[in-house]
């Protein structure tokens, strides 16, 4: 019986016009990253479930996907690519490994649990620097993530920013166990009031405390008011600290000319708990999910033996793709068909690497035999005694001609 040829649910194959736009967006990002000096690297499709089990709170067992080694040890494909680098980072041999690495991987994770299955499977380009914390280095993430968004032409996006240590120091001052933290996270992830409500009606916490849990559902907007409000719902030293560091990070993007492209969320969490400090969230108006999603990670290398600050982000490629196309950033790439004669052949082959080399798609196709092709493809044809094109200027300039492009 031949293979009924179905795919597992929610991989697909990818056809060249889709592949094309993944590479072209890929491209232009990676362009970027190597000028701000990242440097690209790869760790394994599969590792130890363990490794992402190390990590109270970060992803759910029933988000992975789950395969068994000869020796019946769990792996899983890998869910997440900060958490491996991190590992990568702390077991490097000599200790010092580059301050800036790049990715572009396949991530394999069900974003909510074991019946997700569409979605299990997406690409994403990242950035992670390991470097002693500086302010300004949390500046330069934001400012690459914007001009990232640039590169391609992404229309009506914002950043989002929010601050991981001060949601975590108010939690602080509730003494609730990870299971309740998480809870409520989860509410507040949701904005979900009323729920949120609900949840905090069944511990024992102080008022003000609660009450300025309350707020962060709606804590968000535009930068410098919300960061003021926030100034006066800090409850401690923590809190404050918290936002003083997100004002200033506020203070340089605006003076970069870069305010229309910020908003500041004190509410914003993210179920990837290994945030400590400026968090982002990449969106653009009128399309749901996020593309962009980062933050500092000060502690994560230490679970691996290894303390080093950290921030990273990571574009979600496939989700950028989506936004693309709804608004129109894909032109077609025209492709020249030039006709090869039997006698001309050289000539075909000689005018095909000139557009080549100025950068123009070439198919060649017989002249004999293939005649039927699309004559609304206009043709180049060599069935003349001379060939049609003195220099590469003069064929730039009638092909440019041809197609309108002058
Ligand atoms: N790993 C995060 C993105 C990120 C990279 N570095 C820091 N955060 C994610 O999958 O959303």
Redesign the pocket.
């Known amino acids: 019986m031949p293979f009924d040829k179905q795919l597992p649910q929610g991989v697909s194959d990818l056809y060249s016009n889709d592949y094309e736009k993944k590479e072209y967006v890929i491209g232009q990002i990676n362009q970027l990253t190597k000028l701000y000096g990242f440097k690209p690297i790869q760790t394994p499709t599969f590792e130890y479930y363990d490794l992402f089990m190390s990590m109270p709170n970060t992803l759910d067992t029933d988000q992975m996907i789950k395969l068994i080694d000869h020796d019946g040890k769990i792996l899983v494909l890998r869910p997440?690519?900060?958490?491996p680098?991190a590992r990568m980072v702390a077991s490097s041999a000599d200790k010092k490994p580059f301050e800036r690495l790049s990715y572009v991987t396949n991530?394999f994770?069900m974003q909510n649990g074991e019946s997700d299955v569409f979605s299990r499977s997406f690409t994403?380009l990242?950035?992670?620097c390991f470097k002693e914390k500086d302010a300004y280095v949390d500046v330069e993430m934001i400012v690459l993530a914007i001009e990232s968004l640039q590169a391609i032409g992404v229309e009506r996006f914002q950043i989002d920013l929010g601050q991981a240590k001060f949601f975590q120091s108010l939690l602080k001052t509730m003494n609730l166990t990870p299971a309740d933290e998480r809870l409520i996270q989860e509410k507040l992830e949701q904005k979900n009031e009323s729920e949120l409500e609900q949840v905090l009606g069944k511990y024992k916490i102080d008022k003000k405390s609660k009450n300025v849990l309350m707020r962060l559902t709606d804590l968000f907007g535009n930068p410098l008011s919300v960061v003021n409000e926030a100034k006066s719902l800090a409850l401690n030293d923590d809190m404050r600290e918290a936002i003083y560091e997100l004002e200033w990070v506020v203070q340089q993007l605006e003076e970069l000319n870069l305010a229309d492209y910020i908003s500041v969320d004190l509410g914003l969490v993210?179920n990837?708990n290994?945030?400590t400090g400026l968090m982002f969230q990449g969106y653009v108006h009128g399309f749901g999910r996020s593309i962009i999603?980062?933050?500092?990670?000060d502690r994560l290398t230490e679970e691996f033996g290894l303390p080093m600050d950290?921030?990273?982000?990571?574009v979600?490629i496939d989700q950028l793709i989506d936004v693309l196309e709804k608004q129109h950033h894909f032109l077609k790439h025209e492709t020249i068909q030039v006709g090869v004669h039997s006698e001309k052949t050289i000539e075909a082959f000689q005018v095909a690497r000139q557009l080549r080399q100025a950068g123009m798609v070439v198919n060649l196709f017989s002249y004999e035999t293939e005649l039927n092709v699309d004559l609304d493809q206009k043709l180049i044809q060599l069935r003349d005694e001379h060939t049609p094109f003195e220099s590469t200027e003069d064929l730039i300039d009638k092909v440019g001609h041809m197609y309108g492009k002058n």
């Open positions: 997440d690519a900060t958490i680098i991530i994770r994403q990242g950035v992670e993210n990837l290994y945030y999603q980062g933050g500092r990670y950290a921030i990273g982000f990571g979600y």
